[in-house]
C-alpha cells in the first residue's frame, strides 16, 4: 500500500511517526510534501526510503491512499493543486474538523473520508474519529480501519458530530492535561513538594484511572464512589470540584463548537464563495 501525506506539521508528522513505529507502514510506502520542502525532505531523511516531493501533484501520484494535513485555510488551495491528478479509485483523507466531507467531494473525483486523530495516537492509544462520504464501499472503509487500528480505536460517527467527540478525544487530552498541571501546581505551592515528585505521582494516577475506567470496567461514577468516603477527605473535597465547576464545561463546549463554526464558514466561503453553514 502507498500512502501520501500532504502536510507535515504537528499531526502530520504524528500520524507518519505513529503507523512507521507501530509497522502498520513502512517507510518505502510512504511520500510527503509540505508548503516547505526543508521540512518534508528533514522527514524523509530521518526514514530512509520515504520519499519527499516539490509538488503535492507527486505526492498524489502512485498513493493509495493521501492524507491531507494541513490548516482549514490551505485546504482550497491544496485541493486546486491536487484536483487534476486525482483519480477514482483513491481514497483522499482530510484530518480537519471544519473541512467537510462535502467541501471536497464536490471538488474531487476521488473516494472522501474525513477521519480526526489524537495525540494519544503517538503512544497507540485513544480513537480516531471515522467519517465516511458516498463514494467510500465497506471494503474501503475497513481498509482505513485497519490501518488505524494499529495506532488507536477506529470509531464511525455521524459529522453532524464532529466537534462534540473532537472535543473528547483530540482537545480533550489538553484539557486534562491542563488540570492536571493545575492540580500539580497547586500542590506544590501549598506544601513544597517538589514539583517531580508531585508530576510523577499525578500521571501515575491519570494512567491508572484511565486503565480503572477502560480495562477494569469501572465507571466516573464507581470511582467516586469507591475512593469518596461518606464524610471523609475526598467527599469534602468533591463538593468543592461541584460546587466550582459547575457550567464550566459547558461553557468550554460553547466556546469550541462557536470557533468551529467561525472556522467552516470560512472554509466554505473559499470553497463556495459565499457562507453557509454546515454541522
Keep these: 500500500?502507498?500512502?501520501?501525506?500532504?502536510?507535515?506539521?504537528?499531526?502530520g508528522t504524528l500520524l507518519i511517526e505513529a503507523f512507521i513505529a507501530s509497522g502498520a507502514l513502512s517507510p518505502a510506502e510512504v511520500a510527503v510534501s509540505n508548503r516547505t520542502f526543508a521540512k518534508a525532505q528533514a522527514l524523509a531523511d530521518r526514514y530512509p526510503g520515504m520519499r519527499a516531493e516539490y509538488a503535492n501533484s507527486n505526492t498524489v501520484c502512485g498513493s493509495d491512499i493521501v492524507f491531507l494535513c494541513v490548516k482549514p485555510h490551505e485546504f482550497k488551495h491544496v485541493v486546486e493543486d491536487i484536483k487534476s491528478v486525482v483519480s477514482a479509485d483513491q481514497i483522499i483523507v482530510s484530518i480537519t474538523s471544519?473541512?467537510?466531507?462535502?467541501?471536497?467531494?464536490?471538488?474531487?473525483?476521488?473516494?472522501?473520508?474525513?477521519?480526526?486523530?489524537?495525540?494519544?495516537?503517538?503512544?497507540?492509544?485513544?480513537?480516531?474519529?471515522?467519517?465516511?462520504?458516498?463514494?467510500?464501499?465497506?471494503?474501503?472503509?475497513?481498509?482505513?480501519?485497519?490501518?488505524?487500528?494499529?495506532?488507536?480505536?477506529?470509531?464511525?460517527?455521524?459529522?453532524?458530530?464532529?466537534?462534540?467527540?473532537?472535543?473528547?478525544?483530540?482537545?480533550?487530552?489538553?484539557?486534562?492535561?491542563?488540570?492536571?498541571?493545575?492540580?500539580?501546581?497547586?500542590?506544590?505551592?501549598?506544601?513544597?513538594?517538589?514539583?517531580?515528585?508531585?508530576?510523577?505521582?499525578?500521571?501515575?494516577?491519570?494512567?491508572?484511572?484511565?486503565?480503572?475506567?477502560?480495562?477494569?470496567?469501572?465507571?466516573t461514577e464507581d470511582i467516586q464512589a469507591r475512593v469518596a468516603v461518606p464524610g471523609g477527605i475526598t467527599a469534602k473535597a468533591l463538593q468543592l470540584l461541584r460546587r466550582d465547576t459547575?457550567?464550566?464545561?459547558?461553557?468550554?463546549?460553547?466556546?469550541t463548537h462557536d470557533k468551529y463554526r467561525e472556522d467552516l464558514i470560512k472554509v466554505s466561503s473559499a470553497f463556495y464563495g459565499e457562507e453557509v453553514n454546515g454541522p
Excluded at 1 to 11: C, D, H, L, P, R
Excluded at 131 to 140: F, L, S
Excluded at 149 to 173: F, K, M, N, Q
Design 1 to 11: 500500500m502507498k500512502v501520501g501525506f500532504i502536510g507535515t506539521g504537528s499531526m
Design 98 to 219: 471544519p473541512v467537510l466531507v462535502s467541501h471536497l467531494e464536490g471538488e474531487l473525483n476521488s473516494k472522501i473520508a474525513k477521519i480526526i486523530p489524537s495525540i494519544t495516537n503517538k503512544v497507540w492509544s485513544g480513537v480516531s474519529l471515522c467519517i465516511y462520504g458516498d463514494k467510500m464501499g465497506e471494503k474501503d472503509k475497513k481498509k482505513l480501519e485497519a490501518l488505524f487500528a494499529h495506532i488507536s480505536e477506529p470509531l464511525r460517527i455521524a459529522e453532524s458530530y464532529t466537534r462534540v467527540v473532537s472535543d473528547l478525544s483530540s482537545c480533550g487530552p489538553a484539557f486534562m492535561a491542563f488540570l492536571l498541571q493545575q492540580f500539580v501546581d497547586a500542590a506544590v505551592q501549598e506544601t513544597g513538594i517538589p514539583r517531580s515528585d508531585a508530576m510523577k505521582v499525578a500521571c501515575n494516577m491519570m494512567l491508572g484511572t484511565g486503565l480503572l475506567l477502560t480495562e477494569g470496567k469501572m465507571t
Design 246 to 255: 459547575e457550567g464550566v464545561f459547558g461553557a468550554l463546549i460553547r466556546t
